[in-house]
């Protein structure tokens, strides 16, 4: 059967309630949720200040992009049901939802967290998405340190 | 053959443009067409060793030949989440 899957980058807030509901079908029975928030105070490494995360997406591709973290997630974790992955983009203030993936199976024991970790840790390395990060004192453009391969 | 070249975060505002077209020959390859952009550009010159690039939305080797009407995308290592 076909099992839901959702790739989404979107400029609206996101909504969980409804992001659960669409990936819920009648034998799910957990649901593995992460979700990133934009944190205003940093205190590990270089403690500073966040005013506000500034996104970018080159759509087209971030959400083919998006398309085959799922299928990756599908082909280690044959039990997960319904994957979602939603991105939000645009001016993002402390304490906002940023991104959200979930996914469901009909038990917890089915590997769902691993898989919610793989789609966030995966969506990092290959999704083109991009912040800049501003704060009191000044702004820059976070970069991840992943270079994917040809084909990717 | 004319291409259509994106750029994003960082390498978006060095070129202080979004997307620009160019006129290249046949058998251009992404490490032939960065290195034009570097000459045009010399202000991603120190971003060089880590812009990836991207032809028809999949992640190219340098190696690759660009195909006509190609789409092209030049960008930082991404930061989503």
């Known amino acids: 059967m076909d099992y839901p899957t959702i790739t989404t980058i979107t400029k609206l807030e996101l909504d969980l309630d409804a992001l659960i509901a669409s990936v819920t079908l009648p034998s799910t029975g957990a649901a593995a949720i992460f979700s990133g928030i934009v944190r205003g105070k940093t205190e590990r490494g270089n403690a500073h200040e966040t005013s506000y995360l500034e996104y970018e997406a080159y759509q087209p591709m971030a959400e083919a992009k998006m398309r085959q973290v799922a299928h990756e997630i599908r082909k280690r974790w044959p039990l997960v049901e319904g994957i979602a992955i939603v991105q939000r983009i645009g001016r993002l203030y402390p304490q906002t939802p940023t991104v959200m993936i979930i996914c469901t199976a009909e038990h917890r024991d089915t590997g769902v967290f691993d898989a919610a970790r793989y789609g966030i840790d995966r969506l990092k390395e290959i999704v083109p998405i991009w912040k800049k990060e501003v704060s009191p004192e000044g702004e820059y453009w976070v970069e991840g340190e992943y270079i994917p391969k040809s084909g990717e | ?81």
């Open chain 2, 1 to 81: 053959m004319r291409v259509k070249i994106f750029f994003f975060a960082t390498l978006r505002e060095y070129v202080g443009a979004k997307t620009v077209e160019l006129e290249v020959p046949v058998q251009t390859t992404v490490a032939m067409l960065k290195e034009l952009l570097v000459n045009k550009y010399p202000q991603i010159a120190s971003t060089q060793k880590s812009i990836i690039a991207a032809v028809n939305s999949e992640y190219a080797a340098d190696e690759l030949l660009i195909p006509t009407d190609a789409e092209i995308a030049f960008f930082p290592p991404v930061s989503g989440g």
